[in-house]
């Protein structure tokens, strides 16, 4: 037998173990056998969640680690020769642990076990060691076994270059096998999901698999929740083998450039669009100056001037030539970096100023779910299970707050006590359309609280808009968040002793909070981080507009 993984269930770790004679789970040292598809749903229920899922990560030795290619580092170093070289020689890698990662990761997880029920009766194929997963694969393959879960396919040479097969189906007209993969994402994205295939394909193909199409499931973003998981309608099926046998050529040019690459000198880099996303990007933007080019608004959409300043090599905004043309608020951040001083538009302080009150500042969290349990919901759409309002009435503030702690259905009692919270407002005032969109989407599950709901909208006020529409400052580094705006107006830096000092750390810590079996004191004390965290997050609002108002008054 093989562990496959470690787990809590019941409140306790316990090694899950594979019977391959016989296709059956076990639990623990006690033996006790269970399904796969009771481990699904034991999963789903939340009665049990990974501590140490399966992953493409192979044999964790220090010579083996820095050799290793999977489809996920293969598509977040394919544009960048510099990121390739660093993944290569494990240079700058972060080592914090992120715990929302670990979510996201047991989301993945749970849509590919229902991609296994989906495909029942299969062969499993979970490693201990990496080789030994791939010869199981391969034994799987030519018995030629109906239907295979989690293979594994790898080639070595001066490098190693590995994947998962997630389910391979027989395919009785060809002869072979039908590579079928799942995403938690509702949308077919080529340069992630085609990419991916395109890699596993190669592979497949270098050790002569008798791969023939490619499947992608990916969550139906029309599925409603509440009337239990028919797969048939939770799943939408792409046939992607064109698009995929389309890759190759682009897949060759990746694997070829590597040894020049990995075995020359560290490559300079090419800062561009494909910068956002990179794990590298506060290293190698470490090296630009304070106020660079890329804190221009949207200057990764003006292509032709951000090529312009490129190739002049033009890096520091105090540089930019005047009569280059640039957008409003790129010209509006040019000139506040010159200036070194808040800048804002000539209506800015008035707006501000003839905002009725009592102004009540809003804001929520909520847990996204790729699999929907309650009625009306679809995947991904987000359970708002809490709420923080700050009342700013001549000078007098005041706070009121809801946070479900059940885990259950919080959505109706969430609606109901925000609009008695808000009631009296004359000004609800919230940072980007999050909110509006949350009380959209609760306006069609709860037709009857349409009228109140309009009612808020219609007195709503978007902080983030208002200054990025009308202020820039030179702390803001072309950006408008509250982690960013807040200790450019207040420097005194009130998240940094939060244990949930960020929204997906507020995910995490109600995902904990709901765990069946949670003691009661560890369920208070992370009650007490989240009020703590959104209650600070309406007071920073609260914060910067006295700030604003504070500023423009001076300047203005």
């Known amino acids: 037998m093989k562990i496959i993984a470690t787990l809590n269930f019941n409140n306790k770790k316990e090694n899950i173990y594979l019977d391959e004679e016989i296709n059956i789970f076990w639990i623990g040292e006690g033996k006790q056998t269970i399904t796969s598809e009771e481990l699904l749903q034991k999963y789903l229920s939340g009665d049990l969640s990974w501590i140490n899922p399966p992953t493409e990560v192979v044999d964790n030795t220090v010579e083996q680690k820095n050799k290793i290619f999977t489809a996920n580092n293969f598509l977040s170093v394919k544009n960048c020769n510099r990121a390739l070289y660093y993944l290569y020689h494990n240079l700058h890698q972060s080592t914090e642990h992120n715990d929302y990662l670990d979510l996201l990761a047991e989301d993945g997880l749970k849509v590919r076990e229902l991609g296994y029920q989906l495909y029942s009766g299969g062969k499993y194929i979970y490693g201990g060691k990496q080789w030994d997963s791939v010869e199981d694969t391969i034994t799987a393959l030519k018995k030629g076994e109906d239907i295979i879960y989690g293979g594994r396919v790898q080639r070595n040479d001066e490098y190693i270059y590995s994947g998962i097969l997630p389910i391979l189906v027989r395919d009785t007209k060809s002869g072979g096998y039908k590579l079928i993969s799942t995403t938690t994402s509702t949308k077919l994205k080529e340069d992630k999901h085609i990419l991916r295939m395109g890699y596993l394909r190669w592979l497949a193909m270098e050790n002569d698999l008798p791969i023939t199409s490619y499947e992608l499931l990916t969550p139906n973003k029309e599925f409603l929740g509440g009337n239990g998981l028919d797969l048939t309608k939770y799943f939408v099926h792409y046939d992607i083998t064109e698009q995929v046998q389309e890759t190759e050529e682009l897949i060759w040019q990746f694997i070829n450039r590597i040894p020049e690459v990995v075995n020359g000198k560290e490559p300079p880099a090419d800062f561009g669009v494909c910068c956002s996303k990179c794990q590298y990007k506060s290293f190698c933007f ?180 208002f200054i990025s529409t009308n202020i820039d400052h030179p702390q803001f580094y072309g950006r408008t968040s509250i982690k960013v705006v807040l200790p450019a107006l207040y420097p005194k830096n009130l998240y940094a002793e939060l244990p949930v000092h960020n929204g997906t750390g507020a995910i995490t810590a109600y995902s904990k909070m709901i765990q069946p079996g949670i003691k009661s004191e560890e369920k208070l004390q992370i009650r007490k981080e989240l009020l703590d965290y959104c209650g600070l997050d309406t007071k920073a609002m609260v914060i910067i507009y006295n700030k604003l108002l504070e500023l423009l008054e001076k300047q203005y």
């Not at 001083?341 to 996204?368: G, V, Y």
């Not at 309002?389 to 707050?401: A, M, Q, R, S």
């Not at 479900?404 to 407002?425: K, P, Q, Y």
């Not at 940072?431 to 709860?446: D, V, W």
């Open 286 to 465: 470490s090296s630009l100056p304070e106020h660079h080019i890329f804190t221009l608004p949207r200057i990764t959409s003006s292509k032709k001037t951000l090529e312009f300043l490129k190739e002049n090599n033009i890096y520091d905004i105090k540089l930019i030539p005047d009569n280059l043309k640039l957008s409003e608020n790129q010209q509006r951040r040019k000139y506040c970096v010159e200036e070194n001083r808040i800048i804002a538009s000539k209506d800015a302080l008035s707006i501000l100023k003839n905002l009725p009150q009592p102004i009540h500042f809003i804001d929520f969290e909520t847990f996204p779910m790729v699999v929907p349990k309650f009625s009306g919901m679809k995947p991904h759409q987000n359970l708002p299970f809490q709420w923080s309002n700050h009342i700013l009435n001549n000078n007098e503030l005041t706070h009121d707050e809801y946070l479900d702690s059940t885990g259950g259905d919080c959505r109706e009692e969430f609606l109901i006590t925000l609009i008695e919270s808000c009631r009296n407002a004359a000004t609800i005032a919230i940072y980007s359309p999050f909110e509006t969109a949350r009380l959209r989407e609760l306006e069609k599950i709860f037709p009857q609280h349409a009228d109140e709901i309009e009612e808020m909208i219609n007195k709503f006020f978007d902080l983030e808009k």
